[in-house]
């Protein structure tokens, strides 16, 4: 069973940085599509990062529009971790945010991960 544990969520001024992290158990890490999802209240989860392999020690990138240009989705294979590094937040940022991963990034794409982190709060304050 793969474990994810999550920090790094807090409470921030609009216009300011939030790194996440989230540090996975086991050694097949480094194969798994990994992401971040955030729900806010009121609203459906949404996938707003995501990162998975296309190559030899290469990484493909991907972000929800309302995070595009602010937030960079990054891992550290060493570590067993993958980030989150939010930058300009926004109020509307605030949310639960959710690491996740899933050997098919499919799944990942699709809402659907088999492994989820606990969660951890962002607020972002106006």
């Known amino acids: 069973q793969v474990q994810l544990i999550e920090s790094g969520g807090g409470l921030v001024q609009a216009g300011g940085s939030l790194r996440l992290s989230c540090a996975a158990s086991g050694r097949t890490f480094e194969r798994y599509a990994m992401g971040w999802f955030r729900q806010a209240p009121g609203k459906e989860r949404e996938l707003v990062a995501s990162?998975?392999?296309?190559?030899?020690?290469?990484?493909?990138?991907g972000y929800a529009e309302p995070v595009l240009g602010r937030f960079t989705i990054s891992r550290d294979i060493a570590k067993n971790t993958v980030y989150l590094q939010m930058n300009s937040l926004k109020p509307e940022d605030t949310a639960v945010y959710y690491c996740?991963?899933?050997?098919?990034?499919?799944?990942?794409?699709?809402?659907?991960?088999?492994?989820w982190g606990q969660g951890t709060q962002v607020t972002v304050s106006s």
């Open positions: 990162i998975s392999w296309i190559s030899w020690r290469g990484s493909i990138t």
């Open positions: 996740a991963g899933d050997d098919q990034k499919e799944k990942l794409r699709g809402g659907t991960p088999q492994y």
